[in-house]
């Protein structure tokens, strides 16, 4: 596909050693992040919940799954995401009655 001679790269430069420094605000410091609260729901002891400024997020223990997403005291979520291992099928699945078979998943 790429014929001989091709040039991949034509430049060079130098790479600093040691210490590199990360663009301001890049990654937060431990120290200047506000506190998570975590909790067991008092109605619901299958799930924990993780709010700090502003956000209040519900895990379902039993599922592993997200259940509750709030920022500013609104719901953002209609449903948690769950997972789909579905994928489209070809001729070969067809052949074999994979779409009918593994319907469920």
């Known amino acids: ?47 924990i919940i993780i709010s700090g400024q502003n956000f209040e997020v519900v895990f379902n223990r039993q599922e592993g799954r997200l259940v509750s997403y709030k920022f500013q005291k609104v719901e953002l979520l209609k449903e948690g995401p769950l997972p789909n291992f579905w994928g489209g099928p070809t001729d070969n699945d067809f052949g074999n009655r994979m779409p009918e078979r593994l319907k469920v998943w």
């Open 1 to 47: 596909m790429i014929p001989i001679g091709h040039t991949l790269a034509a430049e060079q430069f130098k790479l600093a050693s040691g210490e590199v420094s990360q663009p301001a605000g890049f990654l937060a410091s431990k120290a200047k992040l506000p506190k998570l609260n975590i909790k067991e729901n008092k109605n619901n002891r299958n799930q």
